[in-house]
């Protein structure tokens, strides 16, 4: 049993030491660059952005914004969009396609 | 193997405090290498305790006695289910569970985000590995699950009768995961505040984690009510105990983050409040998780060494002195972007919500540590029952309920007098007219129920209100008929619509609650054969005795040895409306000194109630038979007198014997009788309120995309603010 | 009020956000005053016996003696004693008796003293958990007051 107890023993402590130390020995690739880190946060930003004017205008519709409130506000969203999707146009790769999640134009 | 289980914990804390150095040193040097090996130590750590959960595991499912736990808890004779359940039934196995579902949910989370928030995630990642090892520590140094004693004992002490219900086995892992996951909004909170970065991606995961933790804390609360309700013989869902507050309390302040988060995203609005609400919701849970096991507090889970009281005072003083420090340094990034333009506006109904909500968890927090407060204070112990916190929660329910029905249709910045009428007419009419219906139906008396029904119909007319308008508005949009309207409009705005949904729920639950507190009916009789009794509108009529011997025909398969009960005829108007058949179960105890017949059935009595649920209400009944009659008794002390402990067959005999007196010669029993209207709702209304939480959660799927006009809009917008300013 | 209108915006934010934390003070301290007021001090049985006034509600912790439990129609009968043993007090208690309920066990039931004799008030006998390695879920039944 204590045979048994000292392999599991050894195989584990093996085990966690590989998972751990894996990163640490991998061949030194350079660092992520910033961009990496800045592109998500932007997407993230982007996503929340198409959200809050299509929930604008659904709160237009349904009585919670008063149309001159709505159209200052969606002109002010629909700006800081541009400028987020102008940022991440910056980063160097738009996704076609991407855009496509944007929100509609109101018809009004 | 115990020895393996003991290396496997020595083992996680070694990996733990590697974990926390690797990640630290990565982020405050830049080397993400580091913090990689330490998110790797996470995982590493949900391996471990895999392995040390499954060697404790596998010892309950063999029966290995020679683990103080498995002596402690389980036995030969335990069905195998609560066998494998009894593991979290004991201290030692409830931190081992404790400590391996916090490290399989870190596991997944730090994996989803294992690109993403690199500094925050590596914060996070320490604070959640000094947790697992805070876990580890314990068991380690206090109450090691792997403790043995050997020679090993022939046969355990088997799990106490009251646990053996299959609700009561997945209440404690159900929450432990409430709890656990709680942590992962506090370590992601504190990490994004030691980091200094608070941005989009971070309101999107932590939003994520605090919804999760939410919902599966919720859940936990509301088994533990349910299971409280239908499977205790009190017949009560809700107490006031301290740890059902102990569990309500990050739920509250969960619930007032997960609606401040959206204010913070929308109008950078609230930061402090979401930085405080997400740190408290982190150390509650940890203070319910110590209040359960301390035994500081007088209630029914007073378990526990008192050992264990000291180490978690030290960690919640440690999270709580934290806390104040980080929000306190980082107050200038935590400043508000916008101020409330308006008393009457969306962003103050919000402010409303979190002041009420933080309210009712200050009301629970007072009323549940007041003895330890009182004696602090006043050098004695003294505390308040459930009169003194109904009188503060219930005003408090009543504003939540009706803020949960002004909150979605109010407008944005500032209401106008015109914009209030518009939106507020039809459904303070539909309120009105409710409790106008109720009083003249008669039903009266009771005006905190009233109040309570009045803001339910509030608050289901301004969310029907709500969706009917996003129907007509998305038909104008889009041209579709109404049904697919709705069921579009769903889809596309899922927090919004899964938020009114619950919205409702909470609704349906408090109405519930109100009309089965408030116009319940309850009798506790002593019935013979043949007697009925009058409860509310109802007539129970006690038919005759039933009694069932050994563990195998135990009709309720928990093993008892005896089970004495009735049935019951009950009739509304004369006419029949169920039969219940409550009983009593009498178990084996580990007491010679009760003799051989004695120790079969001296064991803890478990009441199995019986119940008739129904929409409009539930007739509940509990007996208490009389098994100390002296001719039973008589039975008993002539069995113990002449059948040895060596022939247990002839002592069941005599408890055969006992049974078939007993049904001749049934002596009155004790029964108490409850019919609590509406008491579905209550279950409904969770239902509802954890549905519509899922719709809310949802991801979109992707094939939402419409064509975009955004750059040529915002183009156009952006010349226009140009022109504005020139 | 029309003050209050004329009042430039951050002045106002001042305004409010002042009443508003007193309102949240006074309503504190009602809660807290009337939490003083409305607890029941817990007492062991020893403590009870001295201290225990006719008329005022008292929470008794301690462990239910041997052979000293006696049922009569609706009143359940039996004595506490200290966790240490010692001072044993009879207490007299109607209402549901919680499942685990039995001698030997540690109980808390609220009473009041009346005459020579302590009344145990109804539904209020919570029997807590049997032994040291019962631990984690709820196992006993819980009474409301």
Redesign the interface.
């Known amino acids: 049993?204590?045979v048994l107890?000292a392999l599991?023993?050894v195989a584990?402590?093996g085990?966690?030491i590989l998972?751990?130390?894996?990163?640490?020995r991998?061949a030194r690739r350079p660092?992520?660059p910033e961009s990496?880190?800045d592109r998500?946060?932007l997407e993230?930003?982007r996503?929340?952005k198409y959200r809050?004017?299509?929930?604008a205008e659904?709160?237009y519709?349904?009585?919670?914004?008063?149309s001159e409130?709505y159209a200052a506000i969606?002109?002010?969203l629909?700006?800081e969009?541009?400028a987020i999707?102008d940022r991440l146009a910056a980063l160097g790769d738009v996704v076609p396609?991407d855009?496509?999640?944007?929100?509609?134009?109101p018809?009004s | 193997?115990a020895?393996?289980g003991s290396?496997?914990l020595l083992?996680a804390l070694a990996?733990c405090v590697?974990?926390i150095g690797?990640s630290l040193y990565g982020v405050r040097r830049?080397a993400?290498?580091?913090s990689?090996?330490g998110r790797?130590?996470v995982?590493?750590l949900a391996?471990?305790l895999t392995?040390a959960f499954a060697v404790l595991e596998i010892a309950f499912l063999r029966d290995d006695f020679a683990f103080n736990?498995v002596a402690?808890?389980s036995s030969a004779t335990t069905p195998t289910f609560y066998k494998a359940a009894a593991v979290?039934?004991?201290?030692e196995?409830?931190l081992l569970l404790w400590a391996w579902l916090l490290s399989m949910w870190s596991s997944l989370v730090l994996f989803l985000t294992r690109?993403?928030m690199?500094d925050v995630a590596a914060y996070a990642t320490a604070i959640l590995l000094g947790f697992g090892g805070f876990f580890v520590s314990l068991m380690i140094f206090y109450a090691n699950p792997f403790a043995t004693t050997r020679p090993a004992p022939v046969e355990g002490?088997g799990l106490?009768p009251?646990?053996r219900f299959p609700t009561?086995?997945i209440?404690?892992p159900m929450l432990y995961s409430g709890y656990t996951l709680c942590t992962i909004p506090l370590a992601f909170g504190m990490g994004a505040l030691l980091a200094r970065r608070v941005?989009?991606?971070w309101?999107?995961a932590i939003r994520r984690f605090a919804f999760a933790a939410w919902f599966f804390l919720g859940l936990g609360i509301l088994l533990?009510a349910r299971w409280?309700y239908a499977e205790?013989?009190?017949g009560?869902y809700w107490?006031w105990?301290a740890?059902e507050n102990a569990s309500l309390m990050p739920w509250l302040t969960g619930t007032a983050f997960l609606h401040s988060l959206m204010i913070q995203?929308?109008r950078g609005m609230l930061k402090v409040w979401n930085a405080s609400l997400v740190l408290a919701t982190g150390t509650l849970a940890i203070m319910g998780t110590f209040l359960?096991?301390s035994g500081v507090l007088?209630?029914?889970?007073?378990?526990?060494?008192q050992t264990l009281g000291v180490p978690f005072v030290c960690l919640i003083g440690v999270l709580i002195a934290g806390s104040i420090y980080l929000v306190v340094t980082r107050r200038d990034m935590l400043r508000s972007e916008h101020?409330?333009?308006s008393?009457l506006s969306?962003e103050s109904v919000f402010l409303a919500n979190n002041?009420v909500l933080v309210?009712l968890c200050?009301?629970i927090f007072?009323?549940t540590y007041?003895?330890l407060i009182?004696e602090a204070l006043?050098g004695?112990?003294?505390?308040?029952?459930?009169?003194?916190f109904d009188?503060?929660t219930v005003p408090l329910a009543l504003i939540l309920v009706l803020l949960s029905g002004v909150g979605p249709?109010?407008?944005?910045?500032r209401a106008?007098l015109a914009?209030a009428r518009?939106?507020f007419l039809a459904p303070v009419g539909i309120a009105l007219s409710t409790i106008a219906v109720l009083l003249l139906a008669g039903v009266s008396g009771k005006p905190f129920a009233l109040a309570m029904f009045g803001c339910a119909a509030f608050v289901l007319g301004c969310v029907g209100q709500?969706f009917v308008?996003?129907v007509?508005?998305r038909r104008?949009?889009a041209g579709e008929a109404a049904p697919v309207a709705l069921v579009a409009l769903v889809r596309?705005?899922r927090r919004?619509y899964g938020g009114y949904i619950v919205h409702v729920g909470i609704a349906v639950l408090f109405v519930g609650v109100a009309a089965s507190s408030s116009f319940q009916h309850a009798v506790?009789p002593?019935l013979s054969v043949g007697q009925s009794s009058r409860v509310g509108a109802y007539t129970v009529h006690y038919v005759r005795p039933t009694a069932t011997v050994t563990p195998s025909n135990d009709a309720a398969h928990t093993g008892a040895t005896l089970s004495l009960g009735a049935v019951l005829n009950v009739s509304k108007h004369g006419r029949h409306v169920a039969t219940l058949y409550p009983s009593e179960g009498y178990y084996a105890s580990d007491e010679p000194s009760q003799g051989s017949v004695g120790s079969l059935i001296g064991g803890?009595?478990?009441?199995h109630v019986a119940m008739s649920a129904g929409v409009t209400r539930d007739v509940w009944s509990a007996v208490?038979p009389?098994i100390?009659t002296p001719q039973l008794k008589r039975i008993v002390a002539i069995g113990n007198r002449t059948i040895p402990f060596v022939h247990p067959e002839d002592a069941l005999i005599a408890v055969a014997y006992l049974a078939r007196s007993y049904l001749q010669h049934p002596p009155p029993a004790?029964f108490?009788f409850i019919v609590s209207p509406l008491v579905m709702w209550i279950w409904l209304g969770g239902l509802i309120v954890f549905g519509g939480g899922l719709i809310a959660i949802w991801p979109a799927p992707?094939a939402?995309?419409?064509?975009?006009?955004?750059?040529?809009?915002?183009?156009r917008?952006?010349a226009?603010?140009g022109l504005a300013r020139a | 009020m029309k003050y209050f209108k004329a009042m430039n915006?951050a002045r106002k934010?001042t305004v409010?956000l002042t009443v508003?934390l007193s309102a949240?003070v006074v309503?504190?301290g009602a809660?807290?005053y009337?939490?003083?007021s409305?607890?029941?001090?817990?007492l062991t049985p020893s403590q009870l016996v001295h201290q225990a006034r006719p008329g005022r509600s008292y929470?008794v912790?301690g462990t239910v003696v041997g052979g000293s439990v006696h049922?009569s129609?609706?009143t359940l009968d039996f004595s506490v004693e200290d966790r240490v043993g010692g001072t044993v007090v009879p207490v007299a208690y109607t209402?549901?008796?919680?499942?685990?309920f039995?001698e030997g066990r540690e109980i808390?039931v609220?009473v009041q003293k009346q005459g020579g004799a302590f009344l145990g008030e109804r539904?209020?006998l919570?029997?807590?958990?049997?032994s040291?390695?019962?631990?984690?879920?709820?196992?006993?039944?819980?009474?409301?007051?």
């Open positions: 049993m204590n107890v599991v023993t584990l402590l085990a966690v998972l751990v130390s894996a990163p640490l991998a660092p992520d990496v880190a998500a946060e993230a930003a996503e929340a809050e004017i299509r929930d659904l709160d519709r349904t009585g919670k914004l008063s409130d969606d002109g002010a629909r700006a969009a541009v999707l396609g855009s496509s999640r944007a929100p509609q134009a018809s | 193997m020895s393996l290396v496997c083992l990996v590697y974990g690797a830049g993400p290498a580091w990689d090996s790797r130590a995982y590493a391996g471990i392995v736990t402690d808890t979290w039934s004991s201290q196995g409830s690109r993403r690199r002490a106490d009251l646990l009561m086995m209440h404690p941005d989009a991606e309101i999107r533990g409280s205790l013989g009190w009560g107490g105990d740890v995203e929308k359960v096991r007088n209630s029914i889970h007073a378990f526990g060494g101020r409330i333009d008393l969306r002041v309210a200050f009301v007072w009323g007041f003895p009182s006043t004695k112990a003294a505390s308040v029952g459930p009169p003194w009188r503060y249709v109010i407008a944005w910045r106008t914009n518009r939106n709500e308008r996003g007509r508005a104008a949009m596309r705005n919004r506790e002593t803890q009595p478990v009441s208490a009389n100390e004790q108490h992707s939402m995309r419409r064509r975009v006009s955004v750059l040529a809009r915002g183009r917008a952006r226009a603010q | 915006p934010r409010r508003a949240a309503l504190a809660l807290i009337t939490s003083f409305a607890a029941s001090p817990a929470q912790t049922r129609g609706g209402g549901t008796v919680p499942d685990p039995r808390i609220t539904d209020s919570i029997t807590k958990c049997p040291k390695y019962k631990a984690a879920p709820p196992a006993a039944g819980k009474q409301s007051y």
